[in-house]
């Protein structure tokens, strides 16, 4: 992709997506807790992330020597300015590398770190943070949501381990379903709370506030984590105490699959195939379930479904699509479901 392409589809993004979310510090270790095994001697990128106001660089930073890292790497696109909410005016990006230099010291000093000029804007997709990307370990960051497919496709074609931010309707994404059937990626534990956005984001009646500080704050809702790294829960089996009953669980009409309206209703005597709400990816163990499909991808899977839009609460300027699943001669509007087996 050509350097004008990088810059116009960054720009894109940030005007019509509006992808500035800045995490809460609070929300990033709530979830590196369950992942300080992964750390150890390796080197940690943040390819999203201004260091000098990222929470990204400030946790990791902080906990260089108790993680045992190797080497924390930040880059920030188009951004000389020392500014949460930049205008991504300047030609150039910035990078920032700690290798431990004051690990004397009980918490390192952020600002005894010098920024380190790019020879181009900092485009995670850029010879220059592709090859800082080529000397790292592990990323972890919040990169552009309506980047997403395009940010994890990257990672997944340079084989690197990955820890982000993104909303749970990427799930439905055709590239990023994909993955998820396949193994190659899973949801992490927890849910960021909210994010600071600019001042210039409109005020909506729910899940947007300001505070005492004059400081604007959003509330996705349906924000989560997206990972290759291995952990505890995705070993775990989920607890089934339901049995079948033909008349609780129906069936589809045009797909051998029964209907389970809570992930949590499962029936633990049922092998054929089941649709569910997308919530139990929280809860897949691979080796307990197999994943089938799933009715956003109807046509695809086997499961025909009726579509009609609605507005996304979080861009009103969407429009999402939903499916209207098939039950006893009558389409059922529905969010999605995936279409799973219990192994035996």
């Known amino acids: 992709m050509s350097k004008t392409s990088l810059n116009r589809s960054l720009h894109a993004a940030k005007a019509s997506k509006k992808d500035e979310f800045y995490t809460q510090l609070s929300d990033i270790e709530k979830e590196l807790r369950h992942y300080t095994a992964h750390f150890g001697g390796k080197s940690v990128l943040c390819n999203c992330d201004d260091p000098r106001i990222s929470n990204f660089f400030r946790y990791f930073l902080n906990n260089f020597e108790k993680l045992k890292l190797k080497k924390l790497i930040t880059t920030c696109y188009k951004n000389q300015q020392a500014d949460l909410f930049s205008k991504n005016d300047s030609e150039r990006g910035i990078y920032f590398e700690y290798s431990g230099e004051q690990k004397k010291q009980r918490l390192p000093d952020a600002a005894k770190i010098k920024p380190r000029e790019l020879k181009a804007d900092g485009d995670f997709r ?51 379903f994909a993955l998820l059937k396949g193994n190659k990626i899973w949801l992490g534990y927890t849910h960021p709370v909210a994010f600071m956005v600019p001042d210039h984001y409109e005020m909506r009646e729910v899940r947007s506030w300001r505070d005492e500080n004059g400081t604007n704050w959003r509330s996705l809702g349906n924000a989560c984590w997206f990972t290759n790294l291995d952990i505890a829960k995705r070993h775990e089996d989920l607890i089934l105490y339901k049995t079948y009953d033909r008349i609780v669980y129906p069936k589809y009409d045009n797909y051998d699959a029964i209907e389970v309206s809570r992930f949590a209703d499962i029936p633990s005597d049922y092998d054929g195939a089941m649709g569910v709400p997308v919530t139990f990816l929280e809860h897949y163990n691979p080796k307990q379930f197999e994943i089938l499909g799933i009715t956003d991808r109807g046509n695809a899977w086997g499961l025909k479904t009726k579509d009609y839009t609605h507005r996304d609460v979080d861009n009103p300027g969407d429009l999402n699509r939903r499916a209207a699943i098939k039950i006893g001669n009558t389409y059922k509007p529905t969010y999605a479901r995936l279409l799973i087996r219990r192994k035996i």
């Open 126 to 176: 850029s010879e220059e943070c592709v090859k800082l990307l080529k000397e790292s370990d592990v990323v972890v960051t919040n990169p552009p949501f309506s980047l997403f497919r395009e940010y994890i496709s990257h990672l997944i074609e340079m084989k690197k381990k990955f820890l982000v931010i993104a909303n749970y309707n990427a799930i439905t994404y055709k590239e990023i």
